[in-house]
């Protein structure tokens, strides 16, 4: 049974500079880079690259300053995020996964070759899916996790073991690839132990009475032969994404430009998993102090949280249309504070599937949709004086109250199913009551309390049929008529029209409301 073994090397430090922009990442792909740990007045170098190596930086020392070297903080949240960010690359490719350790996943890819291709194939499919998430890796493939890993660890690039020949694959491999205690390194390099091959070139009992079963079980290891099962990583459908700055940031363009970033890997990490998103979570830690007297200790405050929510109409992970909703949110409603810390999370969702029509011109997408009602929400405010929001499409309510109506967004899932469910039955056109918005100021003349004449606009005449009143409020509970409605008809140039006219009880005027077809 084959498996794969996905390692990133260096993994605190990739984890560090996968969080930064894109052109701050390539400027530091190949910088010397150490991550440092530990309380503010004892940090030490907790990993560092190859390019650090170099110049002396080893892990474990203290907090060095060199012109060349990059030093950046250790922090949980990134290296979960990364984490999380592997698992779900490896998800893409094989049900069955286990996240060994940090920066190491074992795949489980039996059966694959159909999907796939051959396993060199595969390998290198897993290193441009890892890429694109932003991370440098290397893929060995082996009949066993064990060799896999170690393979992984001690080969760059893709590495294929044929089964039965792990042991001469691993034999030139030095011997930190195996998981070795610090007092197991220190006796083997007394013996002169430098490589995979030698350690497997030694008797098995004299071994197993100095070093105890643990280090026969390190032999089998360096032959490729420890058989193990893989736990399989029960997966939860978390996608966030988080960084915190080294310096405040209180303007908005370089917020959206690590923005930007963070939604790149939350695209990348959806699509891995065939999913999208209908709803996004920024949490921004503002650090904010408060005045205080110049003669008293400074304070230590902790970050305020700043919090928006964008709900989509439609699932998608267009970076783009992400990144251009979000930009409109924090230009409508900035932070009121330099910003210190940043958390992304995305609800995630079934992508949408639509069927194009030959001989119906597409509608507008409902993502570009979405993105100008933003922009027009920017311009004339979110919600009028009764509440209702002041872009979208209107719609009637269910109220008896004069001119209800609601505004809802243009684009709307449950409004297309409900539009699609309504059936649409033929419709009298003389049943039809054109409603004048405005409607026309009116004068009435009355007879015992009914309207007997009637003039708006340039039309004039006497009411030959009239029926009503019916007195409305839309409000039954106040106990209190707002409206008088009637339904008139009168001579025209054209014959009778007939037309709805009302009294407003609390203004003491008429109007005509609309006209009948």
């Given amino acids: 049974m084959p498996f794969a073994c996905l390692f990133v090397p260096c993994f605190p430090v990739q984890a560090v500079v996968r969080a930064e922009p894109e052109l701050r990442r390539l400027k530091l792909h190949?910088?010397?880079?150490?991550?440092?740990?530990?309380?503010?007045?004892?940090?030490?170098?907790?990993?560092?690259?190859?390019?650090?190596?170099?110049?002396?930086?080893?892990?474990?020392?203290?907090?060095?300053?060199?012109?060349?070297?990059?030093?950046?903080?250790?922090?949980a949240a990134l290296e979960e995020?990364?984490?999380?960010?592997?698992?779900?690359?490896?998800?893409?490719?094989?049900?069955?996964?286990?996240?060994?350790?940090?920066?190491?996943?074992?795949?489980?890819?039996?059966?694959?070759?159909?999907?796939?291709?051959?396993?060199?194939?595969?390998?290198?499919a897993l290193v441009d899916h890892a890429s694109a998430m932003g991370f440098d890796t290397n893929v060995a493939i082996a009949g066993n996790p064990d060799?896999?890993?170690?393979?992984?660890?001690?080969?760059?690039?893709v590495a294929v073991l044929p089964e039965g020949k792990e042991a001469a694959y691993l034999s030139h491999l030095p011997i930190e690839v195996l998981p070795l205690s610090p007092e197991q390194a220190e006796i083997l390099d007394s013996w002169g132990i430098r490589t995979c091959r030698a350690l497997a070139q030694l008797p098995p009992v004299p071994l197993t009475e100095r070093l105890g079963q643990e280090g026969l079980r390190l032999q089998r290891l360096a032959k490729g032969e420890l058989q193990r099962t893989i736990v399989p990583f029960e997966a939860v459908l978390k996608f966030e994404e988080q960084v915190e700055?080294?310096?405040?940031?209180?303007?908005?363009?370089?917020?959206?430009?690590?923005?930007?970033?963070?939604?790149?890997?939350?695209?990348?990490?959806?699509?891995?998993?065939?999913?999208?998103?209908?709803?996004?979570?920024?949490?921004?830690?503002?650090?904010?102090?408060?005045?205080?007297?110049?003669?008293?200790?400074?304070?230590?405050?902790?970050?305020?949280?700043?919090?928006?929510?964008?709900?989509?109409?439609?699932?998608?992970?267009?970076?783009?249309?992400?990144?251009?909703?979000?930009?409109?949110?924090?230009?409508?409603?900035?932070?009121?504070?330099?910003?210190?810390?940043?958390?992304?999370?995305?609800?995630?969702?079934?992508?949408?599937?639509?069927?194009?029509?030959?001989?119906?011109?597409?509608?507008?997408?409902?993502?570009?949709?979405?993105?100008?009602?933003?922009?027009?929400?920017?311009?004339?405010?979110?919600?009028?004086?009764?509440?209702?929001?002041?872009?979208?499409?209107?719609?009637?309510?269910?109220?008896?109250?004069?001119?209800?109506?609601?505004?809802?967004?243009?684009?709307?899932?449950?409004?297309?199913?409900?539009?699609?469910?309504q059936k649409s039955g033929p419709q009298q056109e003389e049943d039809l009551l054109r409603i004048y918005r405005p409607p026309k100021p009116a004068t009435i003349k009355q007879l015992n309390g009914r309207p007997q004449h009637i003039s708006f606009a340039n039309a004039s005449g006497t009411i030959s049929k009239i029926s009503g009143p019916w007195r409305c409020s839309g409000q039954w509970w106040k106990k209190k008529w707002e409206r008088e409605i009637w339904d008139i008809e009168l001579p025209v140039d054209q014959g009778q029209g007939r037309y709805r006219i009302y009294h407003d009880l609390l203004s003491d005027d008429w109007a005509i409301l609309g006209k009948f077809n």
């Fill in 81 to 124: 995020s990364a984490q999380s960010a592997l698992l779900d690359c490896a998800f893409s490719f094989s049900p069955r996964v286990e996240s060994t350790a940090p920066g190491i996943i074992t795949l489980d890819i039996d059966g694959l070759e159909n999907l796939f291709g051959p396993p060199a194939k595969l390998g290198c």
């Fill in 147 to 157: 060799a896999a890993l170690i393979a992984a660890q001690g080969i760059s690039g």
């Fill in 30 to 75: 190949r910088a010397a880079i150490a991550v440092v740990d530990g309380a503010e007045n004892m940090m030490r170098v907790a990993a560092c690259n190859a390019a650090a190596e170099n110049l002396g930086v080893y892990v474990g020392m203290t907090k060095t300053q060199h012109s060349s070297l990059v030093v950046k903080k250790r922090l």
């Fill in 245 to 421: 700055f080294e310096d405040p940031i209180d303007l908005i363009d370089p917020l959206l430009f690590v923005l930007n970033r963070m939604l790149e890997h939350m695209g990348t990490r959806l699509r891995a998993r065939s999913l999208s998103t209908q709803e996004l979570k920024l949490e921004l830690g503002l650090e904010i102090h408060p005045d205080r007297n110049l003669g008293q200790q400074p304070v230590k405050i902790g970050p305020v949280n700043f919090e928006r929510t964008i709900r989509l109409p439609v699932p998608t992970h267009d970076t783009k249309t992400l990144l251009k909703l979000m930009q409109l949110d924090l230009e409508a409603h900035p932070p009121n504070g330099p910003v210190r810390t940043m958390k992304l999370a995305a609800e995630p969702a079934h992508p949408r599937f639509t069927q194009a029509n030959l001989f119906v011109r597409t509608a507008p997408e409902p993502e570009k949709v979405e993105v100008l009602q933003s922009k027009l929400h920017a311009v004339v405010g979110e919600t009028d004086k009764e509440g209702r929001s002041t872009v979208g499409s209107p719609e009637l309510v269910n109220s008896y109250k004069p001119d209800s109506f609601t505004v809802i967004p243009a684009f709307s899932e449950t409004r297309s199913q409900k539009n699609s469910t």
